[in-house]
């Protein structure tokens, strides 16, 4: 049975750091594609960060409302996928989930709907 549980999330003032962690049990993070996407209520469930299969070339994207800020990070002895949160903004308020699929292709990557598992969820709160 697959697992993906985020931690890290917590409140945060502008300007600070936050890293969320996404362990998985149950399948083996280098051989799937990992995003994180984030969602605020109200508000359509969005895209911020994937890191592509290693037998894709491993690739990371980026939304570009976090581009330069955040950074995916896959370590595969923990099977753990990392985003690495900075200057942090009151706009990244969000919960953010994970979410895994193994066959993606690189035009799906940002389509919440083509990931087969998904964790339950981290709030990341920033104030200003």
């Known amino acids: 049975q697959v697992q993906l549980v985020e931690s890290g999330g917590g409140l945060a003032q502008a300007g600070e750091s936050l890293r969320l962690s996404c362990a998985s049990s149950g399948l083996t993070v280098r051989d799937y594609t990992v995003a994180w996407f984030r969602q605020t209520p109200g508000k359509e469930r969005e895209f911020v960060s994937a890191?592509?299969?290693?037998?894709?070339?491993?690739?990371?994207h980026y939304d570009d409302a976090v581009k330069g800020r955040f950074e995916i990070i896959r370590d595969n002895g923990k099977n753990t996928v990392f985003l690495q949160m900075n200057s942090l903004k009151p706009d990244d308020t969000a919960v953010y989930y994970c979410?895994?699929?193994?066959?993606?292709?690189?035009?799906?990557?940002?389509?919440?709907?083509?990931?087969?598992?998904w964790g339950q969820g981290t709030q990341v709160t920033v104030s200003s």
């Open positions: 890191i592509r299969r290693s037998g894709t070339g491993g690739s990371r």
């Open positions: 979410a895994a699929d193994r066959n993606l292709i690189l035009s799906s990557l940002r389509m919440g709907g083509q990931y087969d598992y």
